[in-house]
């Protein structure tokens, strides 16, 4: 389960998230949408516990990341958008060296790795150098390296990019399974085809504000639109967003 409570990140005058409040119950998929800038990229940092919030606080299965960052890290797996990777190691030795950080047990990790590559279509390439693997195999290694402890919540950003369809596919049945068993995945992700077909609630961050939460039908709701096209309800209520700061700004003035 996640909590993120009032968190609040400031950049010199810029504020990138403000006071964002939202929960992510077991087992559900949520969808994290936004234009670019919008504070998706802020928030998953302080998740993930790559950067600290001014204020606020995150809390993933009740442990405040704050206050117990190991603890915590220990049952998130991290997939981000871009995967940064030893790319002198192979494919296998890259997952040892995860396993080792995670406290994987030793006597099951040949087995639970040798699985995860076949899962993931790198089994023929477990003892290759990283450094010859294509983006989507990186992508793929990445995404291997981030369940191979069995975290309880999954934090990615922009999870089929550099994938094929054959890719996106086996990705999201991964993840619908794990779910299935009780897995929390809060997705940041621009394609909104992606987060239709594979959330169980989305939420939409415009300029750093959680503007709206739900359900596809709770946001149709709330745009008071007909459409059952995620990307129509999402253009309806960040325009409506935006025209009132506008009008909001003029009045101030």
Known sequence: MIELKNLTKRYGRTVAVDRLSLSVAKGIIFGFIGPNGAGKTTTIKMMGGLIAPDSGRVEINGINMG?????????????????????????MEFLKFTADLYGVDQESFSDTAHAMLERFSLLDWKNELIEAYSHGMKQRLIMAAAILHDP?????????????PAGIRMVKKLFQK??????????????LSIAQDLCDRIGIIHNGRL??????DDLKIQANASEDDLEAVFLKITQEEQLGAQYSQISKD
Do not use: C, N, W
């Open 67 to 91: 206050r117990f960052p190991e603890k915590a890290k220990q049952i998130i797996g991290f997939i981000p958008d871009r995967p940064y990777l030893y790319e002198k190691l192979t494919g």
């Open 152 to 164: 309880t919540v999954i934090i990615v950003d922009e999870p089929m990019v550099g994938l094929d």
């Open 211 to 216: 503007i709206a939460t739900g359900t596809l």
């Open 178 to 191: 794990l779910a299935a068993e009780g897995v929390s995945f809060f997705i940041s992700t621009h394609t």
